[in-house]
């Protein structure tokens, strides 16, 4: 289940870099109101878990600020009404570091399941070319937020798009982010219509396969597969990537793509 979180309940939804015409150049987000408030996300997650006879895994996500928080204070409300209501519920805020990582304990206290800050790239050039406003975030503040989850048991994880840098500046981000713990939720660029890169070649699936499996290798090696098995959101969903489907089909063959890995606390 993902929801995007407006600024305040029943507000404006938008993304700081959309506003001053710097926005990533994958990204159609648009700003919108979203007439959702803390308790009406409790009410969908209950018809979700109805629905499909189990709880459901929930992604906050929903663009940045320009505060000093980019922007997480608006997920605690949230956080906070689906914890109180569901103890076990597996919740991920997918979102920007903030300068401070402090800034994550309200949502740490809410009871997060998982932090996931996406890198995106890691070359310096395409960070510049590609993300001309949140190449603003160095990826040094990432490491800090994603130290500051772990010491609390936090889980992490952070998305890679394979595509529009070389397969070798790819890999490299596997490998800084895994050398840090963290393991990466490989995607590949879709050129949605709309964004500034909608007319970008679609990206050859058997070098996506091929980056995934080289990926994969990286991020068993450095043991934070099983990690990745273990966080909410999108890290573990495998529905649009592959790095966890591989590792099903070594680990958990024969279970349903996106279905959960057994073992995780
Ligand atoms: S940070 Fe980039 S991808 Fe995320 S909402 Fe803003 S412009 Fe879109």
């Known amino acids: 289940m993902i929801a995007a979180i407006p600024e305040k309940p029943y507000g404006i939804r938008n993304c700081y870099y959309h506003t001053v015409g710097k926005p990533c150049a994958f990204c159609v987000l648009k700003k919108k109101k979203v007439n959702l408030s803390p308790k009406e996300l409790v009410t969908a997650y209950e018809k979700v878990a109805a629905n499909r006879g189990g709880e459901p895994q929930v992604l906050l996500t929903g663009g940045n600020s ?134 970008y070649p679609r990206v050859n699936p058997a070098r996506f396969l091929d980056v995934s499996q080289e990926a994969v290798r990286i991020m068993q090696e450095r043991g934070v597969m099983e990690g990745l098995a273990c966080t909410a959101g999108c890290g573990s969903c495998g529905a649009c990537a592959m790095e966890m489907n591989l590792y099903r089909t070594t680990h958990a063959p024969g279970i349903q793509s996106t279905a959960p890995i057994k073992g995780c606390s």
């Open 66 to 199: 320009r505060r000093r928080d980019r922007g997480l204070s608006k997920y605690v409300p949230y956080v906070k009404a689906l914890r109180s209501r569901f103890k076990e519920a597996k919740i991920a805020v997918e979102a920007a570091p903030p300068k401070d990582a402090s800034a994550l304990d309200a949502l740490i206290e809410a009871g997060m399941d998982t932090f996931a800050a996406n890198i995106e790239f890691f070359s310096a050039d395409c960070r510049d070319r590609l993300l001309p406003g949140k190449s603003e975030i160095a990826i040094d503040e990432y490491r800090k937020s994603f130290e500051y989850c772990q010491k609390v048991g936090v889980k992490t994880f952070s998305a890679l798009i394979a595509g529009p840098e070389n397969k070798r500046d790819t890999l490299n981000g596997v490998e800084f982010l895994a050398r840090i713990g963290v393991p990466t939720n490989l995607i590949c660029l879709r050129p949605f219509p709309g964004s500034n890169l909608e007319d």
